[in-house]
Every structure is written in structure tokens, then in C-alpha cells.
């Protein structure tokens, strides 16, 4: 079974580009050259250099004491949350940025659900000097206040989606609808694993890194490269597709996702789209999504806006397909306790999405020699209103 | 022989109109259909909503998001076309986004269409690669046309492919932009209308996006074969209903 993305595009059946025919020019134009230009040298060079004086990295590996103790293992947190902008996301806008430029590219657009996308696009936009379009559904705006601001002191304009539900997926058609008006001097960032190829294998790629030093890291502090399992939280999937990407063909490392069950897989208000999804296509990839019998788009639920994503992206979906990947799902209250108990065992308060993939050890037992590396994948400094309304703080 | 290709074959200029099925009220689909070819229409566009129509400005969102609110679902429009060529003749074209039709069955899609008469299908994100690999027997079996879009961005070696590969017209978008986006045409659609013309394509040419009256229904014409009108006649049945459709048409050319 081969895990990475084909000469198509695809993984397995999954992935592809599905895209209008007045998407193709930018679309084939980044096909034919994200490999090539990403593995130049002055790239490369580039790329690293700011992922380390600018973003931060590598972003420490730390051995959870109290956490491993409670659970009998030896769990790893890889520390994304300690990075510029505060998530994983800045990871990719670096990579993609660097390719705009390449591109020669004048214009950046992206779209956003809580704002940890949009912000770090903002960010390396403003570091570029390169003008920035983010597209937000009108309720986050409303919900996410703090990012909208953050968006506009880096001077990016905010505009707000009107149409459907007004959240993250209706952001990425908005994007996608700019792209299609503006198809000479734009590029889009796309936030995630997802989107018509190339996207996902570029995003992935760009993600990469984190597992990259995970090897080593683990290395130095375990004598061994591979851990036993990888975990990560999954909306549309960067982070975990970064956190597994070197561990794909490594079959003794168990992959682990776990998605949000909202309030409850059965509910009605859920995102666990492995559970609830049906192939199909959305964004422009062929992947599982949340749809009606009918092949109409649903809407998700999950506390945690990052997770808030009726699809997930296609090498997730392979994975789950495939039974390479163990897909557990958390609802709302399983996460929002595991990220009190990461807080008051460790002292970091997680974002609520990755306190998903904390919720992991309500479903999972571990040896007590497994090496359990968790992607912690960003901080919840965002969230802070939505744990003191939960927690009633 | 094909409606669609009898129809290429007579000598005036085309009017294609689109609209949304079941818009503005579920029922309407029918008597929209039968008015437009009443009014002297050349070929219809039936257009089935989707959730998440991302090459469609506003108005067609709208209607579309209006008529998934009325009921409309893929197995309703089957239905309300079941008896359509006992009551029109005019060439009929199903426009709609991939997933809907992949979730029906491709091929149960395709059985329906040629069951109730319907001569092609615009699916404007199922892409040619994926369609002559997978999809294109299937269509072909039902007798089927496949369009296929061009944009003033395609290359001419793509505008090539697609001709190869299209039996019916091609779809010209007039301008890099969603539908109902601009309207009136400048000197770059002049230009890319008069390059497409050069290029002698086996397909004559449909334009489509940006088209909204006389004007511009002639301007489009000068150099194609015909002209698609669709978020301007949405907006006729937002004020309208289906009253009025003659005029909207005798309005246009």
C-alpha cells in the first residue's frame, strides 16, 4: 500500500482536482512547478532559515511527566503551540508565501474558520510586503473577534462570506470565487490538507517539518527514531498530516486521529467526518464529506471552530479507508476536560482542537513503554473565551 | 441525430437561457421551461442546485440556495421532468456540479437523462481528464453531449483537447469571473472572441457569463454561434415569477 500522493493526485481513490475549468490555468501552472521550485536551494534555504529565526523552530519536543504518570506511557508533546502566531498554521503560509513570490504572484487570498489561518497568512503577508484578502464566514467574524483584529493590524482586509452558512466552508468558496475572478496575479493559501491537487501533497509538504524533527528529536531523547504512535487532532488535516508524514511507510508506528464528535457522532451536531462522511467531492478533491443522500453539502458542529470542516482531507481519507490510520472521534465535553487536564498536569493550556486529540487516552491504553508523541497543535490563548464560558471561569 | 446538434445546424445566432429548477417555487420548473420555448428560445439549461456552487456569483447562489430550501432534490426534478417531451422539443441541457450526479450514480444519471429526453449535461467541475477516463462511454451510451467551458485564460493547446473531445458546442466564458459578475464587454473579450473564431474549432461556440441584454446578447454573437443567459433571467423570475418570460426573451434579440 503506498500512502503518498500519486502522479495524479491522488491517494488511493482520494484526491484529484475537480475544479472548474476556470481554475485550471493557476491550478496546472502550480502543479507543474510546486515540486520543482520548493526543492531549489535558495528555497530551501530561505524557507528554513525564516521557519527558524522567524517562526521559531524546531519547536521543542517535550516528555510529559505528569501526563505519561497518569496514563502509564511515555507521551511526547510536540510543541507547535510555541510558534509565531501561536499554531502549526504558520508552517505552510511560510512555505506557500515563498512560493507566491516564486510565482510571481502580487496578491494573496485565503480563507479562514477561527482565524489561526488567516492570521498567520496576514503575518507573512506583512512580512512580504504583499497584499492580503481573507475571506471569513460572517458568524465567525462575529465569534472570533480577537483574530479579526489581529488580521487587520497586519494589514490584511476582512471580508466576510455571506452566502450559505457563513462559516469555513462557505469561506473557502468565497476564496475559491476570488480566485476564479482574479486568475493572473493570485495566489491562494490554502489552510489545509485539502483543496484540488496539488494542494494537499503542498501542504502536507510544507507541514512536514514537524515530523521531520520529530525523528530526531526522539532520537536524542529516546535513542530511537520512531515512536510507537503519532496522534493528532483532525478538521481538514494539516497538522496531523505534518505530524504523520515521515511515519506513512514506517509501519510500526501506529497513526492516530481523532476527530470532533461535537455533541455527540449521532447527534446531528458533529464533525466526525470519517464516521458520518461519504465520498464525494468537495473543494475540488475527491475525499469523505458530510453530505445528504442527495450530494448536498452539510453543515459540521464542534465546539473548536478549527475542526468545524464538513470534509477531511484525502490522504486522511486514505488512511481511514485504508485501516492505516486508527480514527477516534471526541465530543465537545471529552476534549474541553482533557484540555483542563493538560493545563493543570503540565501548565499549557491547549487550543480546543487539540484538545481533541488530548481526549485520545479516554478511548486508548497505552503499554507502558509505548512512546506516544501527541502534535500539540496550537495554544489556547485564542480560545480563552469559550473555555471561561464552558468552565464557567 | 442529437437536438442539440439539429439545432447548431439551422442558420440564426442561438439564445441558450439557464435557470434553476424548482426556483422560484419548486413547481415552476415546467412551466419555465415550456414559456421559454414559447417564447422562441433556442435551447435550455436546467439547472440543478447545489449546496456550494463555486463558479456562480451571487444571484444563481441564491436561487439555488432558494430552491434546495423549496425541495428540490435530483430525484424531484426527474420527476416534475417526467412527461417534458410530450410538452416541448426544444433541445434540453442539465447544469449542475459533479457531486450531485457522482452521488446519484453516473451512470443511473445519465439512464434518467436519456429516459425524459434530455440531450447533455454541463458539469462544469467534472474535469476532462477524469471525463474521458472514466465518464465518457457512459455519456456517449445515453446519448449524452458532454460541454466543455473554455476560459480567456485556457491555453490553445487545452482549447485544442477540448474541442477533440466535445461533440456538440463548446461553452466560452467570456471573461475570467464567476457568472452574473460583469456586465458589458470590453476590448480583451473582443480580442478573445475574434482569437477563438481564428482558431476554426470543429464545435462552434456558445458564449455564456456576462450577458444580459440586446447588447451584449450581440456583441457576443457577432463572432459565436449563440449566447447563454442566466443570472439576468434569475433576476426576471425573482421580480417576475414565470410571468412576463416572453418579454424578458423578445427583450434580448
Redesign the interface.
Known amino acids: 500500500m503506498k500512502y503518498h500522493v500519486d502522479d495524479r493526485g491522488y491517494y488511493g481513490d482520494f484526491g ?7 481554475l ?2 493557476n491550478v496546472e501552472e502550480l502543479r507543474q512547478n510546486y515540486l520543482k521550485l520548493m526543492y531549489q536551494d535558495d528555497f530551501q534555504k530561505e524557507f528554513h532559515q525564516l521557519l527558524k529565526d522567524y517562526v521559531g523552530r524546531p519547536s521543542p519536543l517535550y516528555f510529559a511527566n505528569r501526563l505519561s504518570e497518569k496514563y502509564n506511557c511515555k507521551v511526547y508533546l510536540k510543541r507547535e503551540d510555541l510558534n509565531h502566531t501561536g499554531a502549526h498554521k504558520v508552517n505552510n503560509t511560510i512555505g506557500q508565501i515563498l512560493m507566491a513570490k516564486k510565482l510571481g504572484k502580487k496578491r494573496i487570498i485565503a480563507e479562514t474558520g477561527a482565524g489561526q489561518h488567516g492570521v498567520a497568512t496576514a503575518t507573512v503577508c506583512a512580512l512580504m510586503g504583499i497584499d492580503c484578502v481573507v475571506y471569513m464566514g460572517e458568524i465567525d467574524i462575529a465569534r472570533q473577534a480577537p483574530n479579526v483584529a489581529r488580521m487587520k493590524m497586519l494589514g490584511a482586509t476582512v471580508k466576510p462570506a455571506l ?2 452558512s457563513r462559516t469555513l ?2 469561506a473557502t ?1 468565497e476564496a ?2 476570488d480566485w ?5 496575479d493570485t495566489h491562494y493559501i490554502i489552510g489545509s490538507a485539502i483543496g484540488p491537487h496539488p494542494y494537499p501533497d503542498m501542504v502536507t509538504r510544507f507541514q512536514s517539518v514537524i515530523s521531520e524533527e520529530i525523528k530526531w528529536q526522539l532520537k536524542e531523547k529516546e535513542g530511537r527514531e520512531l515512536p510507537d504512535y503519532v496522534v493528532a487532532c483532525i478538521g481538514g488535516g494539516s497538522n496531523a498530516a505534518g505530524t504523520y508524514y515521515h511515519f506513512l511507510d514506517e509501519k510500526e508506528v501506529g497513526i492516530i486521529a481523532v476527530e470532533a464528535a461535537g455533541k455527540g457522532v449521532n447527534s446531528g451536531e458533529s464533525a466526525a467526518t470519517s464516521k458520518l462522511g ?1 465520498e ?5 478533491c475527491k475525499t469523505l464529506l458530510m ?1 445528504t ?6 453543515e459540521p458542529y464542534s465546539i473548536s471552530a478549527g475542526l468545524d470542516y464538513p470534509g477531511v482531507g484525502p490522504l486522511h481519507s486514505h488512511l481511514y479507508k485504508s485501516g492505516r490510520g486508527e480514527f477516534y472521534s471526541a465530543t465537545d465535553d471529552e476534549a474541553m476536560e482533557a484540555g483542563l487536564e493538560l493545563t493543570q498536569l503540565e501548565g499549557i493550556i491547549p487550543a480546543i482542537e487539540t484538545s481533541h486529540a488530548l481526549a485520545l487516552f479516554k478511548y486508548k491504553t497505552f503499554k507502558p513503554d509505548d512512546v506516544v508523541v501527541i502534535s500539540l497543535s496550537g495554544r489556547g490563548d485564542k480560545d480563552l473565551q469559550t473555555y471561561i464560558d464552558y468552565f464557567k471561569l | 441525430m442529437n437536438r442539440i446538434n439539429q439545432k447548431l445546424q439551422e442558420e440564426q445566432k442561438l439564445l441558450s437561457i439557464y435557470f434553476t429548477a424548482g426556483y422560484p417555487k419548486l413547481e415552476d420548473t415546467v412551466t419555465v421551461i415550456e414559456e421559454l420555448e414559447k417564447a422562441g428560445v433556442d435551447m435550455i439549461e436546467i439547472g440543478l442546485p447545489f449546496s456550494d456552487p463555486l463558479a456562480d456569483g451571487p444571484t444563481i447562489q441564491e436561487s439555488s440556495t432558494a430552491a434546495l430550501k423549496n425541495g428540490m432534490t435530483t430525484s424531484k426534478l426527474f420527476e416534475q421532468l417526467k412527461d417534458i417531451r410530450k410538452r416541448v422539443s426544444i433541445p434540453l441541457i442539465i447544469m449542475g456540479y459533479f457531486n450531485p450526479v457522482l452521488q446519484y450514480g453516473v451512470e443511473a444519471f445519465c439512464k434518467k437523462c436519456e429516459e425524459l429526453g434530455i440531450d447533455g449535461l454541463i458539469l462544469p467541475d467534472l474535469p476532462l481528464d477524469v471525463y474521458l477516463e472514466e465518464y465518457e462511454a457512459i455519456f456517449k451510451a445515453h446519448g449524452l453531449i458532454n460541454v466543455f467551458l473554455i476560459t480567456p485564460q485556457t491555453s490553445e493547446a487545452r482549447i485544442r483537447q477540448i474541442d477533440a473531445a466535445s461533440e456538440g458546442f463548446i461553452y466560452m466564458v467570456s471573461s475570467a469571473s464567476t457568472t452574473g459578475a460583469k456586465s458589458g464587454f470590453g476590448n480583451e473579450q473582443t480580442e478573445y472572441f475574434e482569437r477563438i473564431d481564428g482558431l476554426k474549432l470543429k464545435n462552434p461556440q456558445v458564449v455564456g457569463f456576462g450577458i444580459s441584454n440586446n447588447e451584449t446578447f450581440t456583441a457576443a454573437t457577432s463572432r459565436a454561434k449563440g449566447a447563454i443567459i442566466g443570472s439576468a433571467f434569475i433576476k426576471h423570475l425573482t421580480t417576475h415569477g414565470t410571468t412576463e418570460i416572453d418579454s424578458f426573451v423578445k427583450g434580448i434579440r
Open positions: 484529484g482536482a475537480f475544479i472548474p475549468e476556470m485550471y490555468p452566502s450559505g466552508k462557505d468558496n475559491i470565487r476564479i475572478n482574479n486568475p493572473v461519504k464525494g467531492i468537495i473543494h475540488g453530505q443522500k442527495d450530494g448536498q453539502i452539510t
